[in-house]
């Protein structure tokens, strides 16, 4: 079974259009993330939900939108696309223990196109 | 957050064992040390993680010094299915919640 998945593992879209990556996660944890790793490699993080509330927030621009229905589900939403949004998108899933930092389970990636 | 430098790239050879350093100059005392692989079109894989010393596992050791200010992956015997991009990650808890910075990646090619 698959602890993370991602969907779709490619997309491929036009500027100006809006677009959501779906992740699931099956391993019970409690915190899901999202990465961007853009060309050069560089893995950034975007967004951590904890028990379905936002943690964190990397000055993404507000075009990207995260939505977590539950704990096992976090959503990307992408709205007015441009060239630059371009990358391989990661969710990744956790959990939490005080003090402690965690081990992250990550999806296997969505690379998004924007043409 | 405490930024990490690692090596662009290194070069080996099958049986040797490869050392990879991180440093991270600034690391706060929540701050843990986790190091992850990445194959080409995978996500990150968790290898191994630790606070300060010594940490093994069954793939690999990470030396930490007194003053955390670095720390080192040690692979033993590499083999070919061993290249890969190698990420130093420095993070911890912190109000409201738990922080990361990846580093840039360490690109290590084995050889046969």
């Known amino acids: 079974d698959t602890a993370v998945s991602q969907t779709p593992k490619y997309l491929v879209t036009q500027m100006g259009n809006d677009k959501s990556i779906k992740c699931e996660q099956n391993l019970g944890h409690d915190t899901m993330y999202w990465y961007k790793q853009d060309s050069k490699k560089f893995l950034k993080i975007m967004f951590s939900?904890?028990?379905?509330?936002?943690?964190i927030n990397e000055t993404v621009p507000n075009r990207f939108s995260p939505k977590s229905p539950d704990k096992a589900h976090l959503n990307l939403h992408i709205n007015s696309l441009e060239l630059g949004d371009s990358a391989v998108y990661f969710c990744?899933?956790?959990?939490?223990?005080?003090?402690?930092?965690?081990?992250?389970?990550f999806g296997p990636g969505t690379r998004l196109t924007v043409t | 957050l405490a930024k990490t430098t690692q090596p662009i790239s290194m070069d080996s050879y099958e049986g040797q064992e490869v050392n990879i350093t991180c440093s991270h100059n600034?690391?706060?005392?929540?701050?843990?040390i986790t190091w992850y692989q990445q194959f080409p079109s995978q996500g990150p894989r968790f290898i191994i993680q630790g606070y300060k010393t010594k940490v093994t596992n069954e793939v690999a050791s990470l030396f930490i010094p007194a003053d955390r200010k670095s720390s080192t992956l040690s692979l033993p015997r590499v083999s070919l299915s061993d290249t890969a991009v190698y990420y130093c990650?420095?993070?911890?808890?912190?109000?409201?919640?738990?922080?990361?910075?990846f580093g840039a990646g360490t690109r290590l090619f084995v050889k046969a």
């Open positions: 600034n690391i706060a005392t929540n701050d843990y």
């Open positions: 990744a899933s956790s959990q939490e223990r005080t003090q402690i930092l965690y081990e992250q389970y």
């Open positions: 990650l420095v993070g911890g808890s912190y109000t409201g919640g738990f922080k990361t910075i």
């Open positions: 939900y904890n028990n379905k509330e936002l943690i």
